[in-house]
């Protein structure tokens, strides 16, 4: 199964496609955690991304490293980097951004991000994100507020000639720690997120 990237006795990382739901819900029938509940009723979904984020994806085998990772996420103890195709480009090489967003019942919350653009070309980016706080869409809006919405962004983006891609969003690394092992992982990049870059010549160098 070439998407799940690394497994022990207590946790699988995988490297989630676009389009897939990580949760059931109205009018979801298929999503990562019916999935891993069909593998095992102990298996727990410890994080979220978007349904049409691709990336890495941590699912806890048992209720001890569910707990454990429910706590170094919540002290934000896990590092996260995702990588962006953006239209356009901020005013700042790299910047911290922080920014008091409304949830979806209009409670106001702080979110706080750190950018970086990693390489651009006339009308393209491609940025780092390092989320500090973990909010639904946070990057996404973040991205818009800066002036250079994520490419193939149906909600937060109105050019509409990029209306076919695919959202080009990729929870590409996390690095945490647990009892003194230090794990680190890797998103294997989707092929749509290359091709588009190749498209716009944006050079990526890790």
Not at 155 to 174: F, P, R, T, V
Request: with cysteine; charged share 30%; aromatic share 10%.
């Amino acid at each position: 199964n070439e998407s799940k990237l690394y497994e022990d006795e207590n946790f699988i990382v995988i490297d989630k496609w676009n389009g897939i739901s990580t949760q059931g819900g109205t009018n979801i029938s298929i999503s990562i955690d019916a999935i891993i509940k069909n593998i095992s009723k102990n298996y727990n979904l410890v994080h979220r991304l978007d349904k049409e984020t691709s990336g890495l994806l941590i699912i806890a085998k048992n209720l001890k490293y569910t707990r454990i990772f429910g706590k170094l996420f919540k002290s934000q103890q896990i590092e996260k980097i995702y990588l962006a195709i953006c239209d356009g480009k901020p005013k700042m090489k790299e910047s911290y951004v922080d920014l008091l967003l409304n949830d979806d019942k209009k409670h106001k919350f702080h979110t706080k991000t750190f950018y970086k653009i990693l390489s651009n070309n006339q009308k393209t980016s491609l940025i780092q994100f390092k989320p500090k706080t973990g909010k639904k869409h946070q990057l996404r809006i973040v991205a818009k507020n800066l002036g250079c919405p994520i490419v193939g962004d149906s909600k937060y983006n109105l050019n509409k000639s990029n209306k076919k891609e695919n959202l080009k969003l990729n929870a590409n690394k996390l690095k945490f720690k647990i009892d003194n092992n230090e794990f680190s992982f890797r998103s294997n990049l989707p092929k749509d997120f290359i091709n588009y870059m190749k498209q716009k010549q944006i050079i990526f160098k890790e």
